[in-house]
Nanobody
Framework: QVQLVESGGGLVQAGGSLRLSCAASGSIFSINAMGWYRQAPGKQRELVAR??????TAFAESMKGRFTISRDNAKGTYLQMTALKPEDTAVYYC???????????????WGQGTQVTVSS
């Protein structure tokens, strides 16, 4: 069983910053890409940023220059968000492609989400 647990969400004023953390645990042989998605009320879930096992990153256009993503060898990923805007308000989900055991296929896993609210 693979678990992803997010932390770091909260309420912040426009222009402020937040750092989200995601920790992976459980049966993990290897982790390929990790990333962050978000879903605002009434909208579809969208990619925020992702990072591969070799450190390559990709960002949604509206986050470029404001958000950075990183990961560590301890099965974690972090999303540093700066210059936050009210439209960044959403539930942020951690995502990871994990191979649980050497003889198992890589699968996609999700965290439970953490709320980020940006006030104007």
């Amino acid at each position: 069983q693979v678990q992803l647990v997010e932390s770091g969400g909260g309420l912040v004023q426009a222009g402020g910053s937040l750092r989200l953390s995601c920790a992976a645990s459980g049966s993990i042989f290897s982790i390929n890409a990790m990333g962050w998605y978000r879903q605002a009320p009434g909208k579809q879930r969208e990619l925020v940023a992702r990072i591969t096992s070799d450190g390559s990153t990709a960002f949604a256009e509206s986050m470029k220059g404001r958000f950075t993503i990183s990961r560590d060898n301890a099965k974690g990923t972090y999303l540093q968000m700066t210059a936050l805007k009210p439209e960044d308000t959403a539930v942020y989900y951690c995502n990871a492609w994990v191979q649980p055991l050497p003889n198992m296929e890589t699968g996609e896993y999700w965290g439970q989400g953490t709320q980020v609210t940006v006030s104007s």
